[in-house]
């Protein structure tokens, strides 16, 4: 008969405590969590506490970048955009040429104090309109002609995070999908929290209870299962542990997105050694109506974004911190005929922490365009990841990222 107190251990103390020094689960570690067995057998140590955490935001549809930030100098993008475009009294100004999106207010806050970047008209060679195969190539880091099966994030745990102790996940995205960001050639800890009901992805009960009675299969793919199921049990469990009672430090507004990122505060702050967290708000398909669609979610990336800055700096963990928005395309610099804007290519991308070295980088879009015309990028996507390996995470790009790619010294 199982006994109906027993947990699974869920650091290195209660599995020693419970397996005579890890000796007994170590027998059994086709369905053991592949942190524990592998940590005992290993003898490495913890990981340390003050690594440094990426936290990527991806604004799901494609970002309308121009009504982000504002050209407001610039007549061509009045010409383009007679009805959707802003004028610069609506505006939060940034310099004499460009300003902030209305909904903006914190964000442009952000930027006065030095926390918040902006990289302009960032984009790729010959790009593609699709959502998927748009998205695909910025999760990737691969070239518009090139179909890779992992993330670029993956190739970095590959590559610089293998042999480390996971008994943390080593990323953890939030939603309802694993993203591709952090698809990897070897086996990591990556882990999914379900955004909606704030809990993890469950496994069938039959399937627990198989596991706790201890009727193992000797299929090869019943063991997998069972050590997947095994790891994301235990996972859960102390994530929504560390969850519970976080005393959050900043007030965050009532969106899915700011409820996402103060969970992200909570397990930074817990101490959990994840290095990168990951969040989507989406919606940014604007083909229509974009005035109004537009601003309901520039007043949810906003106030979010600068909410969670401000609860990591009174955590005093803002040092350790860099938040990275992305998304798959622009829009183009023409208005169509329904109040909305179609499918493009470059957009602005923002950077936020206190590590930040400057503001504003990259050359802003030239919008001497025909109608229905495409802008073409100045600043490759892959050079911001590029910085982020090598300035951030302290490793070698070439690692990750096939070609050189110039660093951009926000970092």
Not at 17 to 39: D, E, Y
Not at 184 to 205: I, K, Q
Not at 255 to 265: E, G, I, M, Q
Not at 327 to 344: I, L, Y
Request: glycine share 8%; hydrophobic share 35%.
């Amino acid at each position: 008969m199982p006994d109906p107190h027993f947990t699974y251990p869920t650091t290195r103390r209660e599995f020693l405590r419970q397996s005579a020094s890890g000796l007994g689960l170590i027998a059994f570690s086709s369905v053991a969590p592949a942190f524990l067995t592998h940590s005992v057998s290993a003898k490495v140590p913890k990981a340390e506490k003050d690594r440094s955490i990426l936290v990527l935001i991806q604004l799901a549809g494609g970002n309308d970048g121009l009504n982000t930030v504002v050209p407001f100098e610039d007549d061509n993008y009045y010409r383009l955009r007679p009805k959707l475009g802003i004028q610069k009294k609506d505006l939060h100004v940034i310099d004499d040429q460009i300003g902030f999106h209305p909904g903006c207010s914190e964000m442009s806050e952000l930027y006065k104090n030095g926390d918040l970047a902006i990289i302009q008209n960032v984009g790729y060679p010959n790009p593609n309109r699709s959502h998927f195969r748009s998205m695909e190539i910025w999760e990737t880091g691969s070239k518009s002609n090139e179909f890779l099966t992992t993330g670029w994030l993956g190739r970095y745990f590959d590559n610089c995070c293998s042999g480390t102790p996971e008994e943390d996940p080593l990323a953890l995205g939030i939603g309802n999908d694993m993203p591709d960001v952090f698809l990897a050639g070897d086996a990591h800890n990556v882990f999914s929290l379900g955004a909606s009901r704030g809990g993890a992805t469950g496994a069938p009960t039959g399937m627990v209870e198989a596991i706790r009675d201890g009727d193992y299969s000797a299929s090869t793919n019943a063991s997998f299962l069972q050590h997947t199921l095994m790891n994301t049990m235990v996972t859960e469990r102390k994530v929504i542990e560390r969850l519970r009672g976080y005393n959050a430090m900043a007030e965050y507004p009532n969106s899915n997105l700011a409820r996402n990122l103060k969970n992200v505060a909570a397990l930074i702050a817990s101490g959990q050694e994840t290095r990168v967290y990951f969040v989507s708000l989406g919606g940014f398909d604007t083909h229509a109506n974009q005035e109004t669609r537009h601003m309901a979610l520039m007043r949810q990336l906003s106030p979010a974004m600068a909410a969670f800055q401000a609860d990591l700096v009174a955590h005093g963990l803002d040092d350790q911190v860099l938040t990275m928005t992305f998304s798959e395309f622009g829009r183009r610099p023409s208005e169509n005929v329904s109040g909305g804007t179609d499918h493009g290519t470059a957009a602005p991308l923002f950077v936020m922490g206190s590590q930040l070295k400057g503001s504003l980088y990259g050359s802003a879009p030239d919008l001497n365009l025909q109608k229905n015309k495409d802008m073409t990028y100045s600043t490759d996507f892959r050079s911001i990841y590029s910085t982020v390996i090598r300035r951030w995470f302290d490793a070698d790009p070439k690692l990750v990222l096939d070609g050189k790619f110039k660093d951009i010294k926000f970092i």
